[in-house]
Nanobody, 121 residues
């Protein structure tokens, strides 16, 4: 069993900052990729940022220059530092991990329960 638990969401004024955390726990051999997605009401879930085990990073255009993703492999944790937040960043933010539970398993994709980020104008 694998669980991803997010924390750090909340209400912030435009221009403010939040830091999201996501920790994976359970039977985990290796985590290939950790990422943050977000979903606003009535919209699809979109990638915000992702990071490979060796540190290669992808950002959505909307996140470049404002958000920073990082990862602590020893803690199976990823962080998303969000600065200069805008009302359009309001969404539920989901953690995602592509991982191997054992050396013999194929990679599986797991999701956290989501954390609400609300940016007021």
């Amino acid at each position: 069993q694998v669980q991803l638990v997010e924390s750090g969401g909340g209400l912030v004024q435009a221009g403010g900052s939040l830091r999201l955390s996501c920790t994976a726990s359970g039977t985990i051999f290796s985590i290939n990729y950790m990422a943050w997605y977000r979903q606003a009401p009535g919209k699809q879930r979109d990638l915000v940022a992702g990071v490979t085990r060796d540190g290669k990073i992808d950002y959505a255009d909307s996140a470049k220059g404002r958000f920073t993703i990082s990862r602590d492999n020893a803690k199976n944790t990823t962080y998303l530092q969000m600065n200069s937040l805008k009302p359009e960043d309001t969404a539920v933010y989901y953690c995602n991990a592509n991982l191997l539970r054992t050396p013999l398993d194929g990679a599986g994709r797991y999701w956290g329960q989501g954390t609400q980020v609300t940016v007021s104008s």
